[in-house]
């Protein structure tokens, strides 16, 4: 419609937020976990799946010795069934059930535990399979008086027969065993989980109508929608030597959002010596990372790890330790404040006591309460290896974790900090259900989660390996953000490149751009589209800023058409926010 030889229309944005509408006939996940310590336990998840009385409920069929113990089938004053292996003279004695393991299916599993005695017992969830192999399938930190919920998950090279049965070095308490699940999963099932996980986590539907300035619709319009910025933070690591690089800078800026400095930040690059500061690289590198709109997380305040101390804090005394680390947490965090989105507060203080043996066992509980008063806005991360990426390393369970991460919230002081979780994620091969039930279980603290130094070892399944765990971690709805740990250098990275020296991609790097692509998180993710009758589009969009405009009328010619900005966001129900757009020819 044309009035005073102007054309005036209107572009009128519906962003509705629903649930995927595709039919997925595949079993479902169950994300849930538990990670309080319960008067009776839970239901078994999937009815127990493939095990045989689950509950207990049928005595003890199904369910035999392992080693030496002696069974009992025992039942509360509530009417709660259970299993009990008591007289154990060896950590692997106790319950067990025989079953057979598929080769080709992907398993998780569950069951609530219990001990007679004592406090903080760890129990482990064993596979003995047929040739041999114990399959470390979850963990948990077992209590007397209440139980504990144990999530894991597994998956064999070959088909074959298997017994599960559950170990304790503590062979002094008797373990209870109850609602026991073992639920296995196709493939297609699990990549079924990743498709509606995205549709329900990672995007929204946006329904778009383009009218005229009387609000009747134009159809066949040519709708114009460009990414500005993704909503998810995905990034990589970087080092100094992208400072005097221009083939990095353009590789790295056109493709991630959020970065953190390899070593730049860590103490022993900026106080070599005692009382000698030097922030220069460090404050090179974040004047980078700002011009180019690169968020950044410190790493790290402190790390526990006695190998990467500093020659002249290591002769200090319980006192002069305590001073340095209070002149250091204030250095760096009254410097960098507002500056960064996150700080790794206390590195790796599960597998290494640097700081507890030097100063005492609460060490990084007030190292924490001292960053909150320095900085209490921004989160503080306890980062962590092998969390998720190693099922047999008993220092660093989800349980182990969340123990740790327990007793630094309840120092005195400490009540109101804002943590979140870092998973470090350098794995050798993955295994894909124990990363997703640990993180689940880690979920259950209602803290954000990060993937914070994501790599794996060289061999000749690197890609792969990268790919299957890119989409598990991305894919699962209490992931917050994800970091690669592959910051460049000449001589070879840390542990995975993702480009030769020539910037050109190796395997490991295109499968980051595949997915980035897939996803919508690269930079100028854009497409076009045309209206319908009604002059209605609808996409499905990944969570983000836009900016979209009609480029092209059937019956109108658009010219300096306004660019509208829109903001793709999650909704936890479905709502209609109409946004009116006035363009002008």
Not at 434 to 463: K, M
Not at 464 to 493: D, F, N, S
Request: overall charge negative.
């Amino acid at each position: 419609m044309t009035t005073g030889g102007k054309s005036n229309l209107l572009l009128l944005l519906l962003c509705t937020f629903l649930f995927p509408r595709f039919e997925v006939n595949a079993l479902s996940y169950d994300y849930s976990a538990s990670i309080e310590c319960l008067e009776n336990p839970h239901k078994p998840q999937y009815g127990g799946g493939i095990i045989v009385n689950p509950e207990l409920n049928h005595g003890l069929r199904g369910w035999s010795t392992f080693g030496n113990a002696k069974l009992q089938h025992r039942e509360s004053q509530a009417g709660n069934k259970f299993a009990v292996a008591c007289n154990r003279n060896q950590p692997h004695a106790g319950i067990s059930q025989k079953t057979y393991l598929q080769g080709n299916k992907l398993y998780t599993f569950s069951a609530w535990i219990q001990v007679s005695g004592g406090r903080g017992v760890p129990v482990t969830a064993i596979f003995k399979t047929s040739s041999g192999s114990f399959i470390h399938a979850g963990a948990i930190v077992a209590e007397s008086n209440c139980w504990s919920m144990m999530k894991g998950g597994l998956t064999v090279n070959a088909s074959g027969p298997a017994e599960l049965y559950f170990e304790s070095k503590s062979t002094s308490v008797d373990i209870w065993v109850d609602s026991v699940s073992l639920q296995q999963f196709t493939e297609k099932e699990w990549k079924s989980h990743h498709d509606q996980s995205i549709e329900k986590n990672r995007k929204s539907n946006v329904r778009i109508q383009a009218v005229d300035a009387e609000g009747n619709p134009l159809r066949n319009a040519t709708i114009s929608i460009q990414q500005k910025a993704p909503s998810f933070p995905f990034g990589c690591a970087m080092n100094k030597n992208i400072l005097a690089n221009t083939a990095y800078q353009n590789w790295f800026t056109s493709r991630f959002g959020v970065t953190t400095f390899e070593n730049e930040m860590k103490w022993y690059s900026t106080e070599n010596s005692q009382g000698k500061e030097d922030y220069s690289v460090a404050d090179a590198m974040l004047q980078f990372a700002k011009q180019h709109n690169i968020a950044v997380r410190d790493h790290n305040v402190f790390w526990d790890d006695p190998q990467y101390q500093l020659g002249w804090l290591t002769s200090l005394d319980k006192h002069q330790l305590a001073l340095a680390a209070f002149k250091r947490l204030y250095s760096v965090m009254n410097r960098y404040k507002g500056q960064v989105v996150a700080w790794d507060v206390v590195n790796e203080n599960l597998h290494f006591d640097f700081f507890e043996s030097k100063w005492g066992k609460n060490s990084s509980a007030i190292l924490y309460n001292w960053a909150t008063k320095a900085d209490g806005e921004t989160t503080l991360f306890m980062n962590e290896f092998n969390t998720i990426e190693e099922s047999e390393d008993g220092d660093s369970t989800p349980a182990k974790y969340l123990q740790k991460l327990r007793d630094i919230q309840a120092f005195p002081g400490n009540n109101n900090l804002k943590m979140a979780i870092g998973l470090e994620s350098h794995f050798r091969s993955p295994t894909i259900p124990y990363i997703r039930s640990s993180i689940d279980t880690l979920a259950a603290a209602n803290l954000p989660i990060w993937i914070t130094e994501l790599d794996i070892q060289s061999g000749p399944n690197q890609a792969w390996y990268l790919e299957q765990i890119m989409r598990e971690v991305y894919t699962h709805p209490k992931i917050q953000g994800i970091i690669i740990w592959a910051a460049w250098r000449p001589e070879g990275c840390y542990r995975m490149c993702l480009t030769d020296n020539n910037f050109k991609n190796l395997p490991t790097g295109d499968v980051v751009d595949k997915l980035l692509s897939e996803w919508g998180l690269k930079a100028g993710f854009a497409f076009s589209a045309t209206t319908d009758t009604n002059g209605v589009f609808e996409a499905s969009l990944p969570h983000g800023d836009y900016e979209v405009q009609i480029t092209d009328l059937e019956s109108v010619k658009v010219s300096n058409a306004m660019v509208q900005g829109l903001n793709v966001a999650a909704s936890s129900s479905a709502s209609q926010q109409p946004l009116l757009v006035q363009l002008a020819a």
